[in-house]
């Protein structure tokens, strides 16, 4: 059973990258004219189009990884603290506390993507989706190096 | 700030409070309550489990998140309007400062 929750936690995940990778990327480098190539159409994305599916693969990303949490605290965390795998056992350590952060800063980033989008808000708009960015980024690498490292059903 | 209603208040005062009170309740240990994986005890505040490992980041969130939503309710039932002349970057400062300070807290593993 934990093996499919891993992967499934593992491709929930994936989604979330994807999508808040598409809106940093729109937010930070909008594509002002029609889009032509594969980057000019991955930056055209329409970002306020993506704030709710964010919100909910975050937060059901998190939900089940905090139920795998459990198993990974008894298991794969030996492995990585008798492995003397130090700099992985930090990033997830760095990882549990980032997602609890990340969590906190859904309600504000769900308010300043409401639609019609504020102008004034754009800088503060822009950095809370720059941060959820970091955040997935930083957990979706942590998780991938740790269960790397300690395998499926090992 | 520019949010002109009570959830924007809120939503403000709840990510930078959350954020801040996440750190000391990290460095404090003051989890809300407690787990024991192994065994599968539920105990309340920082109790260790009878046995195997004690799990607090479940219990860290809880009382962050108790904190920030005090803390944003009593922001945005402000008198006047006090809590909406709140800055918005507030949203995302104070996480990335909580961010970098766990990060400096935990530093020992990247140079173990």
């Given at each position: 059973m934990w093996i499919a929750l891993v992967i499934t936690h593992g491709l929930l995940a994936?989604?979330?990258?994807?999508?808040?990778?598409?809106?940093?990327?729109?937010v930070w480098a909008p594509v002002r004219a029609a889009a032509g190539n594969f980057v000019a159409r991955f930056r055209a994305v329409g970002s306020a189009n993506y704030v709710n599916a964010i919100i909910v693969?975050?937060?059901a990303t998190a939900a089940l990884g905090s139920v795998i949490y459990t198993n990974y605290r008894i298991t794969a965390r030996l492995t990585l603290e008798q492995g003397h795998y130090w700099k992985s056992y930090g990033a997830f350590e760095l990882k549990e506390h980032f997602i609890a952060i990340g969590l906190a800063l859904l309600p504000a980033y769900w308010w300043f993507w409401r639609q019609p989008l504020d102008a004034k808000e754009a800088v503060t708009r822009k950095l809370l989706t720059t941060l959820i960015a970091f955040v997935v980024w930083w957990a979706f690498l942590a998780g991938h190096v740790a269960n790397n490292i300690r395998g499926l059903g090992t | 700030m520019s949010a002109n209603s009570r959830f924007g208040v809120f939503a403000v005062t709840f990510a930078a409070v959350y954020a801040a009170a996440y750190y000391l309740v990290l460095i404090n240990n003051w989890p809300l309550?407690?787990?024991?994986?192994?065994?599968?005890?539920?105990?309340?505040?920082?109790?260790?489990?009878?046995?195997?490992?004690?799990?607090?980041?479940?219990?860290?969130?809880?009382?962050?998140?108790?904190?920030?939503?005090?803390?944003?309710?009593?922001?945005?039932?402000?008198?006047?309007?006090?809590?909406?002349?709140?800055?918005?970057?507030?949203?995302?400062?104070?996480?990335?400062?909580?961010?970098?300070?766990?990060?400096?807290?935990?530093?020992?593993?990247?140079?173990?």
């Open positions: 994936f989604l979330l990258l994807g999508a808040i990778t598409h809106q940093v990327v729109s693969l975050y937060c | 309550f407690s787990y024991g994986p192994a065994t599968g005890e539920w105990t309340l505040f920082n109790r260790a489990a009878s046995a195997g490992p004690t799990m607090y980041w479940y219990g860290w969130i809880a009382t962050s998140a108790i904190v920030a939503a005090i803390a944003g309710l009593v922001a945005c039932y402000l008198p006047g309007n006090l809590g909406r002349r709140l800055w918005s970057g507030l949203a995302w400062l104070v996480p990335l400062c909580s961010l970098a300070a766990i990060a400096h807290l935990l530093s020992g593993y990247f140079t173990h």
